[in-house]
């Protein structure tokens, strides 16, 4: 960072300040997380620059030793993290990985199951706004209305009415485990192959604390910077199989050159995730998500599918009559960052949606456990009573700095 100062100060002093941003809030945006930092020495090291088109000993560029090593052992560490039978660690981002999939195994127009984004689903799983809303013939599933679970008898009444050739299941606001079994077991009644897109979960798979869609699904992707804690980019696993098909489709289908520091960054965030230490810290994720839930009900809170088993919390903000919007503006003030968010069934506009998410990843992270846990929940609650009171928020500010003086990020 020193040359960084004197030859662009502008963006140096850009980095100083969201450095200071990151120690000085709590970050409670459940997709997030605080990577070590060797991984995001990886992630800036000379592999950002090499051109290696293609796969280890099948590249299109000359002089790629050191890459053909670095993917291999990412492969290797991937493939051994999460028992899979083959891993493609090339994708760019979650979504890159999902259209790779989509178009490794279907042709426009093919009908694919997933769930509604507004339900808990994801953008790239054939949302409207999504382009690959165009490109394939889409239908919705969500969960129950008085459960607020996944509605898998529905599922099953939906594929045999539609014959998808894929169902999708994996979900970005979603707290609840999901029936994997049930869901391979529908997918195959209908002869669909079955994809899991599991970006927000993969930590907590990797750690073997909630159950794994790896040896129920065709295809399994993921991002490696939420739960998983590395730094931003994605992940296919696949059955053997469907080993050719996937690769082709991420180079040259989907993508170019890949990002061998990315690469690079993923090599080392599965060679910690496969620590001892990991799955404690994964087990800690789900306790801190499970008190914050508990924490809030005691406050009067409405928790979709009332709580928790994995690392999000979704509060159901109408009967309070606050928009998820305040919400966030409200906490973001105080220093507290997390996301409004639709919850099922809310007619509310996209930016205003009713609910507001909040993850545990990150504050875990830190090192904070059930008092901290508690601590935060207080702040939201009396920013949430008082969410216009500008002098509240400067003032939970303070507070929420002292705390994070205690939890130094991740060294
Ligand atoms: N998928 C988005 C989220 O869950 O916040 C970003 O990764």
Same mark, same amino acid.
């Given at each position: 960072?020193?040359?960084?100062s ?13 450095e200071?941003?990151?120690?000085e ?12 930092p060797?991984?995001? #020495?990886?992630l ?14 099948a590249?299109y ?44 195994v279907?042709q ?13 689903g994801?953008?790239s ?17 969500g969960?129950d209305?008085?459960? #607020?679970?996944?509605?898998?008898a529905a599922?099953e ?6 014959r ?10 979603y ?10 077991d529908i997918?195959?009644?209908?002869s669909a ?16 604390v909630?159950?794994?869609?790896v ?8 991002t ?5 804690g ?9 059955r #053997? ?11 040259p ?9 990315m ?12 620590q ?29 599918s009332?709580?928790?088993?994995n ?30 968010n ?19 990843p ?14 935060i929940?207080?702040?939201i609650?009396?920013l949430l ?11 939970v ?15």
């Amino acid at each position: 960072m020193a040359l960084l100062s004197i030859c662009d100060p502008q963006i140096d002093a850009l980095i100083r300040n969201e450095e200071k941003r990151l120690s000085e809030t709590i970050d409670l945006i459940a997709a997030e997380n605080h990577p070590a930092p060797a991984i995001l #020495e990886a992630l800036g090291s000379v592999f950002a620059i090499k051109a290696a088109e293609g796969y280890p000993a099948a590249r299109y560029h000359a002089g790629c030793d050191q890459a053909d090593a670095l993917e291999n052992l990412a492969i290797e560490r991937c493939r051994r993290l999460f028992g899979a039978e083959h891993a493609n660690v090339q994708p760019h981002s979650g979504v890159a990985a999902n259209w790779a999939v989509y178009f490794a195994v279907l042709q426009p127009g093919d009908r694919i199951l997933a769930m509604r984004l507004s339900h808990g689903g994801h953008l790239s799983h054939g949302a409207t706004a999504s382009a690959t809303s165009r490109c394939f013939s889409w239908a919705h599933y969500g969960v129950d209305p008085e459960s #607020e679970v996944i509605d898998y008898a529905a599922i099953e009444a939906m594929a045999a009415r539609i014959r998808p050739q894929m169902l999708v299941a994996g979900a970005s606001a979603y707290p609840r485990r999901i029936d994997y079994a049930r869901l391979a077991d529908i997918a195959a009644g209908v002869s669909a192959l079955f994809m899991v897109d599991m970006a927000h979960i993969a930590g907590l798979v990797a750690a073997d604390v909630i159950p794994s869609p790896v040896p129920h699904a065709d295809f399994v992707t993921f991002t490696t910077y939420k739960t998983l804690g590395g730094s931003r980019g994605g992940v296919i696993l696949c059955r #053997e199989k469907f080993r050719p098909a996937i690769d082709r489709s991420v180079f040259p289908g989907c993508q170019g050159t890949p990002a061998l520091n990315m690469i690079a960054a993923k090599a080392v965030c599965f060679e910690l995730a496969a620590q001892p230490a990991f799955r404690a810290r994964q087990q800690q994720t789900i306790a801190n998500a499970r008190r914050m839930g508990r924490a809030l009900e005691k406050r009067g809170y409405r928790l979709v599918s009332g709580g928790t088993d994995n690392h999000l919390v979704l509060i159901d903000l109408r009967p309070r009559g606050i928009g998820g919007d305040t919400a966030e503006k409200a906490l973001a003030d105080a220093g507290l960052f997390a996301n409004r968010n639709p919850v099922p069934f809310d007619d509310a506009p996209p930016g205003r949606p009713g609910g507001l998410r909040l993850g545990a990843p990150a504050i875990t992270a830190r090192g904070m456990g059930p008092e901290e846990v508690d601590q935060i929940v207080e702040w939201i609650d009396r920013l949430l009573r008082h969410p216009q009171d500008l002098a509240l928020r400067r003032s939970v500010r303070e507070e929420v700095s002292a705390l994070c003086r205690r939890f130094a990020l991740p060294s």
